[in-house]
């Protein structure tokens, strides 16, 4: 069964740093590429980040630009988003996505539980 | 940026209604498109993809249609279950993008 596990939320102070993890079993993670989406408080769904398999292909929605960075690590299962330059507006639950290389499942058919990133003082 | 917008913003329907869904994006997408349910608390959950191919286990009541610029998301008769919101999402082009939802309750 797959599974896609977040951690790392918490609270933090504009300006501060905080890095995300998500922990992927059930299927041969190195075959999928990852996404990053949160989804502000009662607000809609807003795309992230991507990685590819390898992660040579690295892409970010324009606001986290220069703030966020997206990493992997395909011997341990896991994808990573390193945020910096903490704003209010970063406040959300962060949800991690697969998306198959090839054609062999859907993109963004499992996503994790999700995992809460409070920016305030 | 391929911007993606969902009608209604909220829809208010009989349990055994056919309910429809519509999404148009800014420019063309070919059929990159998903559909998501989201029920409170919980993350969201794949409906449909490639525009009008139902995920793997979930009731025919759900399908989607459309290419281009415009797709529908149609439930054939409505179940107390599909009280949630409801997204599109393109996936043609990055950055990905998500229409704003529509909240869809029971009358």
């Known amino acids: 069964e797959v599974h896609l596990v977040e951690s790392g939320g918490g609270l933090v102070q504009p300006g501060g740093s905080l890095r995300l993890s998500c922990e992927a079993s059930?299927?041969?993670?190195?075959?999928?590429?990852m996404h990053w989406v949160r989804q502000a408080p009662g607000k809609g769904l807003e795309w992230v980040a991507y990685?590819?398999?390898?992660?040579?292909?690295?892409h970010y929605v324009e606001s986290v630009k220069g703030r966020f960075a997206v990493s992997r690590d395909n011997v341990k299962n896991s994808v990573y988003l390193q945020m910096s330059g903490l704003r209010g507006e970063d406040t959300a639950v962060y949800y991690c996505?697969?998306?198959?290389?090839?054609?062999?499942?859907?993109?963004?058919?499992?996503w994790g539980q999700g995992t809460p990133v409070t920016v305030s003082s | 940026d391929t911007q993606m917008t969902q009608s209604p913003s909220s829809l208010s329907a009989s349990l055994g209604d056919r309910v429809t869904i519509a999404c148009q994006a800014s420019?063309?997408?070919?059929?990159?498109l998903n559909w998501y349910q989201q029920k409170p608390g919980k993350a969201p959950k794949l409906l449909i993809y490639?525009?009008?191919k139902l995920e793997t286990g979930l009731p025919s009541r759900f399908s989607g249609s459309g290419s281009a610029t415009y797709f529908v998301l149609t439930i054939s008769s409505l179940q107390p279950e599909d009280v949630a919101t409801y997204y599109c999402?393109?996936?043609?082009?990055?950055?990905?993008?998500f229409g704003q939802g529509t909240k869809l309750e029971i009358k």
């Open positions: 996505a697969r998306d198959p290389v090839s054609g062999s499942a859907p993109p963004f058919d499992s």
């Open positions: 059930g299927f041969t993670f190195s075959k999928y590429s």
């Open positions: 990685i590819s398999t390898t992660g040579n292909n690295i």
């Open positions: 420019q063309d997408i070919s059929h990159y």
């Open positions: 490639e525009a009008s």
């Open positions: 999402q393109q996936y043609d082009s990055f950055p990905y993008t």
